[in-house]
């Protein structure tokens, strides 16, 4: 489905369906922007400075994801107010609710059939690597709330690395799903520009230089849909999509959510198994990324995961030159029990009991959910 993409537009949260909000039922979409927007700029100034001894700057404190725990990867708490920060996440969410209908209309069908038990495995986004508008622009505002930086992934033929990042324990409702269920790891991606020509490295350094200091407030242009320099010409977006469909996606998209995933061993109904919610999705008509074939599966087995194509909207260009551009898509994760765990009881299996961080080979294929390969494909 393709729709008219005029950036930078604000959140349009009446389009978002009630039943896919992710806030409570006296909250709507657009009184979560509004708690934002009137939150933000206090909040996002001061909480550089308002944790004593926590704060993560120019250096991440690495912290390797064991696959032997005896308990959870981490104690940190939430630093900071748990309602606001739900709240920012709830507005990234419906920015790509509302640009991605294949993303939405997933959603809303495997809500019907698991009685709205949808929890989110990751939030994923791609960055420029150059200016300060790589992965530690968008994780500051991470780790300034207590999630962690765990293992870095390299994909040297697409020229990226990007780092995970575990979220704090909090405890929620066992009836809260979505962005009101457990918190999203967070996985951030990074062109490695100075390996890009220096055509390509010419672009997106004009960009980026352009919008000043735009890369402190990637949190602020997810959670408003907007990018944080000026619209390219279409030229310049063909130019990075002949080196990089990465680099392309992200000059026309910035710091929106690439996609959300839906933690499918969370789900309650038979869903709840990879394969099973694949072929339900494929005999609702919507096709998934079939590079390296539709289930991804790490060397160990135990993490499985899948994505649908990216949607397509319409672009006018700087030069008034209309086209199509990818979007963003939904991915799926099912992550088994590990070994040592496996004669617990069902009942009993927490998060930690199961498989956790991410594999190259699986992520390298994900992100050709937005190729043009991939976009042009015919459903099977």
Not at 16 to 36: D, E, G, N
Not at 230 to 235: A, C, F, I, R
Not at 277 to 302: A, H, R, W
């Amino acid at each position: 489905m393709d729709t008219m993409l005029r950036l930078p537009s604000p959140v349009k949260s009446s389009s978002l369906s009630p039943s896919l909000s992710s806030l409570s039922s006296s909250s709507s979409s657009s009184s979560s922007v509004s708690v934002f927007l009137s939150n933000f700029k206090r909040n996002f100034i001061s909480m550089g400075c308002s944790i004593p001894g926590n704060r993560i700057s120019n250096q991440f404190s690495t912290i390797s994801a064991s696959k032997d725990l005896e308990g959870p990867t981490q104690d940190s708490s939430l630093w900071g107010g748990e309602s606001f920060f739900r709240n920012i996440l709830a507005t990234m969410e419906t920015v790509y609710l509302n640009r991605n209908p294949t993303a939405k209309a997933i959603l809303e069908l495997v809500r019907s059939v698991d009685e709205d038990r949808i929890c989110y495995d990751h939030f994923a986004f791609r960055t420029f690597g150059v200016n300060g508008y790589g992965i530690e622009s968008l994780a500051n505002f991470f780790t300034d709330f207590g999630y962690v930086q765990r293992e870095e992934l390299r994909f040297p033929a697409k020229k990226l690395k990007a780092f995970w990042f575990s979220p704090p324990n909090v405890p929620y409702s066992n009836v809260g799903a979505g962005v009101n269920g457990p918190l999203p790891r967070i996985f951030i991606s990074e062109l490695l520009v100075d390996q890009m020509t220096p055509e390509a490295q010419k672009i997106i350094e004009k960009y980026t230089k352009l919008s000043g200091n735009g890369n402190k407030h990637a949190a602020l242009a997810s959670a408003l849909g907007s990018l944080t320099w000026e619209k390219p010409s279409y030229s310049e977006f063909q130019q990075l999509a002949r080196e990089s469909e990465y680099a392309a996606w992200t000059l026309v998209n910035g710091y929106t959510l690439n996609h959300v995933t839906i933690s499918t061993h969370q789900l309650k109904s038979h869903l709840r198994n990879i394969k099973s919610l694949n072929q339900f999705i494929e005999e609702n008509g919507f096709k998934l990324n079939s590079e390296g074939g539709v289930l991804k599966v790490s060397p160990d087995g135990l993490l499985l995961q899948s994505s649908t194509v990216a949607d397509s909207t319409s672009l006018e260009f700087s030069d008034g030159i209309t086209e199509s551009i990818p979007c963003s898509y939904i991915e799926f994760a099912e992550r088994l029990v590990l070994p040592q765990f496996r004669n617990l009881p069902e009942n009993k299996v927490e998060e930690f009991h199961r498989r956790d961080g991410f594999e190259v080979g699986n992520a390298d294929k994900i992100f050709e959910s937005t190729s043009k390969d991939q976009l042009s494909r015919k459903v099977a």
